[in-house]
């Protein structure tokens, strides 16, 4: 029986990684690109895929976990297209069209936290839950849902990100950075977001910095809404503000003190880290190409 083996793209706006996989412990050989403008980007990587594909044999689908906003009705005449980014020379650039013209295979294609949210769900730290979500807490906020095995999608995508917190009441004065909306989530909690207010990451501020019970705050307020609206088995917390030591510990305590003990979810439970590390993107590729 010749075996399966999935293209997977891990798109993010710093880099890309494609791989070439056979099972979530069966990755065969991954590439790094750095992310340049679409062609060059893009065109690498299909190049790389064509040229893998030459070593390890014909591919059955290919998964791609992009950065968005991104859309994904296949009816529409866009499909596959990164929409409206903030990131110069993206804008309304046609993704998954490209790989499906380059390859002629079944293309998954969805945001790279749906797909991580898939993977952490499939293998990860979403094992055995009916509904979990995956945030990451980094250069942006974004959140993916699973909902008894599927990403959740309405009209497009969930916006995590860039739901409106409470303000912190030391944290009046800073106006946010949403290009959008100011002080969404995103605009406070993310690490550009740190920067701005306090001039470097949250790990290099002190532990005893007003900034870490801020921020903790904020991720708290997330983890609320989200219980309120579906009481997720998980919330798993990834990304890099995530590293800084600590910090899952306090968004726990400010959760459990939110929340007032009325959600079925306790804050120690259901909040933990990604198991799948820095894999949880490419598998977030296998997994929506095993799907498509
Ligand atoms: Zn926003």
């Known amino acids: 029986m010749s075996e399966r083996l999935f293209g997977c793209i891990e798109a993010g706006g710093t880099k890309f990684v494609a791989g070439i996989v056979a099972a979530p412990d069966d990755i065969r050989e991954t590439a790094r690109f750095d992310t340049k403008s679409p ?5 690498a990587t299909i190049a790389w895929l064509q040229e893998a594909v030459d070593r390890h044999g014909a591919l059955t689908a290919i998964g791609i976990a992009s950065f968005g906003p991104l859309e994904l009705d296949r009816r529409a005449t866009n499909w596959g297209h990164i929409t409206r980014t903030t990131k110069p020379g993206w804008s309304n650039c046609d993704f998954a069209g490209r790989v499906v013209r380059a390859f002629s295979l079944p293309v998954g294609f969805d945001t790279d ?6 993977a952490e769900s499939r293998w990860g730290a979403g094992r055995g839950q009916n509904m979990c979500v995956y945030i990451t807490i980094g250069t942006g906020i974004g959140g993916g849902a ?8 309405g009209l497009t995508h969930p916006e995590m990100g860039h739901i409106r917190p409470p303000r912190h009441p030391a944290d009046l004065d800073f106006a ?7 002080d969404c989530l995103e605009g406070l909690a993310s690490g550009p977001a740190i920067k701005a207010r306090w001039g470097t990451s949250l790990s290099e501020l002190a532990p005893d910095h007003a900034a870490h019970d801020i921020i903790a705050w904020y991720l708290a307020q997330m983890v609320v809404t989200l219980q309120s609206i579906m009481e997720p088995g998980r919330v ?3 990304g890099g503000v995530m590293g800084t030591p600590g910090l899952i510990g306090r968004v726990r305590e400010r959760t459990e003190f ?3 003990g009325y959600f079925r979810g306790r804050a120690q439970d259901i909040i933990v880290p990604p198991a799948l590390g820095d894999k949880a993107g ?4 296998l997994a929506l190409a095993l799907d498509v």
Do not use: R
Request: charged share 15%.
């Open 39 to 43: 062609d060059e980007t893009i065109g």
């Open 282 to 285: 490419l598998l977030g590729g």
């Open 258 to 260: 939110l929340g007032k």
């Open 176 to 182: 946010g950075i949403c290009p959008f909306h100011g």
């Open 236 to 238: 798993i917390l990834g």
């Open 146 to 153: 699973i909902v008894d095995g599927k990403p959740l999608h």
């Open 113 to 118: 936290v749906n797909g991580a949210a898939l």
